[in-house]
């Protein structure tokens, strides 16, 4: 019987490596909490997010990504230091459940050395003088009500939610560090796929957002 136990045991622990290495290497689940990428994805939505694309800095405007938010979007918080709690940390994460208030889903707008601009003539925001189309947002919405002129530091990213009237989002962070920027640093992958609840399963592709609009 404790031979059998520790079969047991030896099988449960092996599944947890395997299960961090995927996590930490491959893919991790998230549950969306907000309504700000609308109509993109739902509030209560599970994401798969690859977090091989980025592990050479292959980020793309128009992905949408999970980043960490702590010391950018949020105060620093202290990590938890018992044991216990980075454990179910990290198995709520496996699993899909909401780690933490920390982490958001936005999609890229600015890469490192854009200077993007809100907005032109036409109400549409700019990135270097170009005009984006934006197909995701929801029918009817502005491209942004805040004005903003910003050129995105080296190593930092200026995202922006689908769904901008409701979207805590760079903008909303002008005045904090990295002027709403969010360092490279801090982006755990790129959104791929939504696969909870079952009558949302799609994928969510990068979207080419340097095209000019017309019209």
């Known amino acids: 019987m404790l031979r059998r136990a520790m079969r047991w045991l030896w099988q449960f622990a092996l599944a947890g490596v395997l299960l961090v290495v995927v996590r930490l290497v491959l893919v991790q689940s998230f549950v969306i909490p907000t309504t700000s990428m609308q109509p993109t994805l739902h509030a209560g939505d599970r994401v798969l997010v690859s977090r091989l ?32 709690a980075r454990a179910g940390q990290a198995v709520a994460a496996a699993l899909g459940g909401p780690v933490g208030e920390r982490d958001y889903a936005k999609r890229v707008i600015g890469l490192p050395g854009d200077r993007v601009v809100c907005c032109d003539v036409a109400g549409r925001l700019t990135v270097n003088g170009t005009a984006l189309s934006e197909p995701y947002l ?12 910003v050129v995105v530091p080296p190593g ?28 490279l640093a801090h982006v755990v992958g790129r959104v791929v796929t939504v696969w909870w609840p079952l ?4 994928g969510v592709g990068a979207v080419d957002a340097t095209a000019i609009t017309t019209g």
């Open 199 to 202: 009558n949302r399963l799609a």
């Open 138 to 149: 929801p029918v009817g919405t502005e491209p942004s009500t805040v004005r903003f002129d």
């Open 53 to 84: 694309d980025y592990r050479f800095g292959d980020v793309r405007r128009g992905d949408v990504i999970v980043f960490d938010g702590g010391g950018v979007f949020d105060p620093a918080q202290p990590v938890s230091s018992t044991m216990l």
């Open 156 to 183: 930092r990213l200026w995202v922006m939610g689908d769904n901008r009237e409701n979207s805590a989002d760079s903008r909303a962070h002008l005045g904090g560090p990295g002027g709403g920027t969010v360092p």
